[in-house]
């Protein structure tokens, strides 16, 4: 199993128990597959289908949560506070949060996945 599909399936596996609970089904995975990510059934037989997505609030921290980047790093954080200082930069720049349309913008990369699978 490649890096990828571990974090789909402990995505689902942490999110399958969540969903369950807070709506009264019993939904397990079935099958983990490329488009959707996975196939999961309760037990009356109702399907749900699940694709796992990675977001960022800001361009490079995917790569970063990752450890393949030093975008979030102290010695990052340290240049950001000079250039702040400096008046080279905004404070804010430094700061989390997803920008415009999330739901569109989820849409979107969902949509980008699965045409992969095509």
Same mark, same amino acid.
């Given at each position: 199993?490649?890096?990828?599909?571990?974090?789909?399936?402990? #995505?689902?596996?942490?999110?399958?128990? +969540?969903?369950?609970? %807070?709506? !009264?089904?019993?939904?397990?995975?079935?099958?983990? $597959? *490329?488009?959707?990510?996975?196939?999961?059934?309760?037990?009356?037989?109702? #399907?749900?289908?699940?694709?796992?997505? +990675?977001?960022?609030? %800001?361009? !490079?921290?995917?790569?970063?949560?990752?450890?393949? $980047? *030093?975008?979030?790093?102290?010695?990052?954080?340290?240049?950001?506070?000079?250039?702040?200082?400096?008046?080279?930069?905004?404070?804010?720049?430094?700061?989390?949060?997803?920008?415009?349309?999330?739901?569109?913008?989820?849409?979107?990369?969902?949509?980008?996945?699965?045409?992969?699978?095509?």
């Amino acid at each position: 199993m490649n890096e990828k599909e571990r974090i789909e399936k402990g #995505t689902a596996e942490g999110f399958l128990p +969540l969903y369950n609970l %807070r709506m !009264g089904t019993s939904f397990s995975i079935i099958e983990h $597959s *490329d488009a959707p990510d996975f196939h999961c059934a309760d037990e009356a037989g109702n #399907t749900l289908n699940l694709e796992v997505t +990675l977001t960022e609030d %800001r361009p !490079g921290d995917i790569q970063a949560n990752l450890g393949r $980047s *030093d975008h979030k790093s102290l010695e990052a954080l340290k240049k950001h506070l000079s250039d702040v200082k400096a008046g080279k930069a905004h404070p804010m720049e430094w700061v989390s949060c997803l920008p415009g349309n999330v739901s569109a913008m989820i849409v979107s990369r969902i949509q980008k996945k699965l045409k992969k699978g095509n």
